[in-house]
């Protein structure tokens, strides 16, 4: 599978869910050149390509071409397959837009509590696999060993089992106080 940024991953990942796989508006902490510099790094690998706007119909439009005209950001085949979307030859249509509605959903389709959060894995030999594999140990891992196997500095550590692993990887993180050894946390058992 293609190794995409997280800023690439969001980008296809909006675009795989609207008419057209439209890829705009862009998240809205990207803009200027920080926006210009990841387009052009996801046109150039054919995650993304440029199509003249529909402006009449609303299209947003990413760059002005000068003759009173637009384009729009589309995302291609090749960047939905890079975040694990295959589009089948036979039926390019979007994901849901498979006909007339009706009141039964499809037969694959998962439904009341079959429905799960996608969870996101990270890449291996990373900071954060390294981080996940010492809070899965069977003792735990306190900051202070975090610190030393990481070389990051205490709120680093601390930053990342709250915001990545908690809130993005959706992992529930426990603590607890082991004598003479501190406060150690893991990642509880499902």
Same mark, same amino acid.
Request: hydrophobic share 40%.
């Given at each position: 599978?293609? &190794?995409?940024?997280?800023?690439?991953?969001?980008?296809?990942?909006?675009?795989?869910?609207?008419?057209? /796989?439209?890829?705009?508006?862009?998240?809205?902490? =990207?803009?200027?050149? *920080?926006?210009?510099? !990841?387009?052009?790094?996801? =046109?150039?690998?054919?995650?993304?390509?440029? !199509?003249?706007?529909? !402006?009449?119909?609303?299209?947003?439009? $990413?760059?002005?071409?000068?003759?009173?005209?637009?384009?729009?950001? !589309?995302?291609? #085949?090749?960047?939905?397959? *890079? %975040?694990?979307?295959?589009?089948? #030859?036979?039926?390019?249509?979007?994901?849901?837009?498979?006909?007339?509605?009706?009141?039964?959903?499809?037969?694959?389709?998962?439904?009341?509590?079959?429905?799960?959060?996608?969870?996101?894995?990270?890449?291996?030999?990373?900071?954060?696999?390294?981080? %996940?594999?010492?809070?899965?140990?069977?003792?735990?891992?306190?900051?202070?060993? %975090?610190?030393?196997?990481? #070389? $990051?500095?205490? /709120?680093?550590?601390?930053?990342?089992?709250?915001?990545?692993? &908690? &809130? &993005?990887?959706? =992992?529930? %993180?426990?603590?607890?106080?082991?004598?003479?050894?501190?406060?150690?946390?893991?990642?509880?058992?499902?």
């Amino acid at each position: 599978m293609t &190794k995409l940024s997280d800023t690439q991953a969001i980008i296809l990942s909006a675009a795989a869910q609207r008419p057209e /796989h439209i890829a705009l508006p862009l998240p809205g902490s =990207l803009c200027g050149g *920080a926006a210009a510099k !990841v387009v052009g790094a996801m =046109l150039a690998k054919g995650f993304l390509d440029e !199509v003249d706007a529909d !402006v009449r119909n609303g299209e947003p439009v $990413w760059r002005e071409t000068g003759d009173g005209h637009g384009v729009t950001l !589309v995302a291609t #085949d090749a960047g939905l397959a *890079a %975040i694990g979307i295959e589009i089948d #030859d036979a039926n390019p249509a979007p994901a849901g837009a498979t006909g007339a509605p009706t009141d039964e959903p499809a037969p694959d389709t998962p439904t009341g509590a079959e429905t799960a959060p996608k969870t996101r894995t990270p890449r291996e030999g990373t900071k954060q696999a390294t981080l %996940i594999a010492m809070l899965r140990a069977p003792d735990g891992a306190t900051i202070e060993e %975090i610190v030393a196997a990481l #070389d $990051w500095q205490a /709120h680093t550590a601390r930053g990342a089992i709250s915001g990545a692993l &908690k &809130k &993005k990887l959706g =992992l529930t %993180i426990t603590s607890e106080k082991i004598e003479g050894r501190g406060r150690a946390y893991m990642i509880a058992k499902d």
